[in-house]
């Protein structure tokens, strides 16, 4: 039972109001209620619990096993209802649980890349969430997390710092028939990682950064277009 999860999600709004500076975009996209797939980089040990006070609807964590070695993280990953997920034996149990978990209309939060990026920027994700949406055609929600980097986990009730959550609009992959195969696994994950690294800083963006500087020069074309068409006119 997650008796501890609004409890920390209140303590991180009263807290960080005066301790912090977390900025969060875009708390109006997120489905109050059914099935979700919340899609979020992973930059540090912070990220979980930015992650409860930014969302404003309680959410299932798929995190991995390690975190409960330690009779600290054991404890707190129990009390805000996190499920241990085994990283080196493909995620099935907790996959199990959370195809039971959407089929119960609640949200979950998975990291696609597998884990916290050392670098800060993305990495190329797994396909565990991709599988999952397909699966169900679950809504998939991507975040945006910047900034949680800052300052060590220990010191998450005194941040000193400033950090920002960026959320951003709901999408549902495409209905298929037949099986789910490897690309079309690929062919989503990428799908989710790009509308996460739209999301961010460019610095943040890895190696999904090419996949989106077409659409960014287009779109500079396209305005320097209609500039050009206005600047006609007026002559």
């Not at 997650?2 to 303590?11: E, T």
């Not at 709004?13 to 500076?21: A, D, F, L, N, P």
């Not at 939060?109 to 884990?115: D, V």
């Not at 079309?184 to 989710?192: A, D, G, I, P, Q």
Request: aromatic share 8%; hydrophobic share 40%.
């Amino acid at each position: 039972m997650a008796w501890l999860y609004q409890p920390s999600r209140r303590f991180g709004q009263i807290v960080w109001s005066v301790t912090g500076r977390l900025k969060i975009t875009g708390k109006e996209a997120m489905p109050p209620f059914g099935p979700l797939l919340v899609a979020s980089n992973h930059l540090s040990l912070n990220d979980a619990g930015t992650l409860v006070v930014a969302l404003p609807r309680p959410i299932v964590f798929l995190a991995k096993k390690e975190l409960w070695e330690s009779s600290i993280g054991r404890f707190y990953c129990n009390a805000v209802g996190a499920v241990p997920l085994d990283r080196e034996r493909g995620g099935g149990e907790a996959l199990r649980y959370a195809l039971d978990a959407l089929q119960k209309d609640q949200a979950i939060l998975m990291f696609p890349e597998g884990g916290i990026s050392q670098t800060g920027q993305l990495r190329q994700a797994r396909t565990g969430l991709a599988w999952l949406a397909l699966k169900t055609q679950a809504p998939i929600l991507p975040v945006g997390i910047s900034g949680s980097e800052k300052f060590p986990s220990w010191r998450m009730p005194v941040p000193l710092s400033s950090w920002e959550v960026n959320i951003g609009t709901p999408f549902t992959p495409p209905m298929v028939e037949g099986p789910i195969t490897k690309p079309l696994l690929n062919s989503v994950t990428n799908m989710v990682m790009e509308r996460i690294a739209a999301l961010l800083p460019e610095s943040y963006r890895g190696v999904y950064a090419d996949a989106l500087r077409p659409r960014q020069a287009q779109g500079r074309l396209l305005v320097d277009s209609l500039g050009s068409d206005r600047d006609r006119e007026s002559s």
